[in-house]
């Protein structure tokens, strides 16, 4: 089973950049589909982005496409999400997971502790 481990996440003005990155240990990682959730304060965790296991296919929401952008390294077993062009709204704590992508995107793993990231007006 992956599990998986965030990091990356920081207070950052609006308009900024940051890089997530989600380790994660397990020998099926380059086999499993992979995905970035956030939650934010008072809201229900919601859907970011998935990966295919080759890395050859990518989904976003609505709310993020165009500005952040999932990759994978199946050598080092990581996920990352570059986040471009931040906006308050994206503050959220952001989590990692391996993902059933089907007629629907959903997680199917264990959720680690998150990264946290703040974004100032």
């Known amino acids: 089973q992956v599990q998986p481990v965030e990091s990356g996440g920081r207070l950052v003005q609006a308009g900024g950049s940051l890089r997530l990155s989600c380790a994660a240990s397990g020998r099926t990682f380059r086999s499993q589909v992979m995905g970035w959730f956030r939650q934010a304060p008072g809201k229900e965790r919601e859907f970011v982005a998935v990966?295919?296991?080759?890395?050859?296919?990518?989904v976003y929401s609505d709310s993020v496409k165009g500005r952040f952008i999932i990759s994978r390294d199946n050598a080092k077993n990581t996920v990352f999400l570059q986040m471009n062009s931040l906006k308050p709204e994206d503050t959220a704590v952001y989590y990692c997971?391996?993902?059933?992508?089907?007629?629907?995107?959903?997680?199917?793993?264990?959720w680690g502790q998150g990264t946290q990231v703040t974004v100032s007006s």
């Open positions: 997971n391996t993902v059933i992508w089907g007629s629907t995107i959903a997680p199917m793993g264990s």
């Open positions: 990966i295919s296991w080759s890395g050859g296919s990518t």
